[in-house]
């Protein structure tokens, strides 16, 4: 896949992934507020891109205000700092990224030009470093799959949620890469169906065998013996659970009871092992993405409001293990290494 988010000639380019696979079109900002707004609508999703979007968003603001004394540059980077911050709450990896911008930030309060040109090189180091932490998941991921497995996903952990590559795609393509056979089951992941709009889209693109199956069918898929391992990515891991997009726990308790491995891929910028789930704001979006497909076929009737939480939580009990860019850890292991 091609990447799904750039820098640009000072701009942010961006896939809009509302509209895959209809049509594979490019946005292009100029400013942070659009950036900010284009994460919250989901032009760009998946926790990994959330996250070079907050940096390259953070980029364009000192771009906007690299003129300004300090003090109110200060003021206007915090503010833009604010926006993005409030774009989505759960995945950990958009707090990350303007913490780290904001690093360089507070070490060079005196002069905001040239803070400019450290901002930007340090959010296209984060979009280089997101596809190299990802071939690593990929490698450690690729050697827990077999010649011939069918690995089950959920949501769109691919290329299209990270710079490049993705995180819970990352090991069936670095296996197939090493010249195993392996095919891909994706849930179509109501209500925003990342996975039949996203993941069968990459897939199809770099030609990775896969099928669209119904959320409701995953269960009778395992226990028909039609999948060998389950891979899903993450927006947050505290030091309990995995929060990952809505489903992925019923995808784990049907894991569990028909043994079959369940693996979590998580870059270490997704690890918030310092918090537990009563820490985590599980976004809840507008009822309408459930009610009326794709905001185009209204499936409820008027008046009857819907549910919408985008996340769930699935306790670590479910995890097989868990995949980053050092390694794969069991909970202990994970907690040992990295909290
Ligand atoms: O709401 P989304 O599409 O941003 O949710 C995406 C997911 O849940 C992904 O599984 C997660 O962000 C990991 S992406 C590598």
């Not at 750039?6 to 292009?28: A, C, G, H, S, Y």
Request: charged residues 25%; negative net charge.
């Amino acid at each position: 896949m091609i990447p799904s988010i750039e820098w640009v000639n000072n701009k942010v380019k961006m896939i809009d992934q509302t509209i895959l696979p209809r049509e594979l079109k490019f946005l292009e900002f100029d400013n942070y507020r659009d950036v900010a707004t284009s994460i919250k609508v989901m032009n760009i999703r998946g926790a990994p891109a959330i996250g070079v979007a907050a940096a390259m968003g953070m980029a364009l603001a000192t771009i906007e205000y690299k003129e300004l004394p300090k003090e109110p540059f200060l003021k206007k980077m915090e503010e833009a700092a604010e926006v993005i911050r409030k774009t989505r709450p759960t995945a950990s990896n958009l707090f990350w990224a303007v913490d780290r911008i904001w690093k360089i930030i507070s070490k060079y309060p005196d002069n905001p030009s040239n803070i400019s040109e450290l901002v930007i090189e340090e959010a296209k180091l984060m979009a280089q470093e997101d596809i190299n932490v990802n071939k690593n998941i990929g490698k450690n991921g690729a050697a827990l799959l077999d010649d011939g497995d069918v690995v089950l996903t959920h949501c769109n952990a691919g290329s299209l949620a990270t710079v490049q590559y993705g995180t819970a795609l990352a090991p069936v393509r670095a296996a197939i890469e090493g010249g195993k056979k392996i095919s891909v089951i994706a849930d179509e992941t109501r209500p925003r169906l990342q996975g039949a709009r996203l993941t069968a889209y990459e897939l199809q693109y770099d030609k990775i065998p896969v099928k669209v199956i119904s959320d409701t069918s995953s269960g009778l898929i395992m226990r028909l013996g039609k999948i060998n391992k389950v891979i899903v990515g993450t927006d947050r891991v505290t030091s309990d659970a995995v929060f990952n997009k809505i489903g992925t726990y019923l995808v784990a308790l049907a894991a569990k009871d028909n043994n079959i491995p369940f693996y979590v891929a998580a870059p270490t910028s997704t690890l918030s092992l310092q918090e537990t789930v009563d820490d985590v704001t599980i976004e809840q979006r507008d009822s309408k993405e459930v009610s009326c497909v794709l905001n185009e076929v209204q499936i409820v009737p008027d008046g009857v409001d819907c549910l919408n939480y985008a996340f769930d939580i699935t306790p670590f009990r479910l995890v097989t293990g868990v995949i980053t860019e050092d390694g794969v850890f069991s909970h202990d292991e994970l907690l040992k290494k990295y909290k």
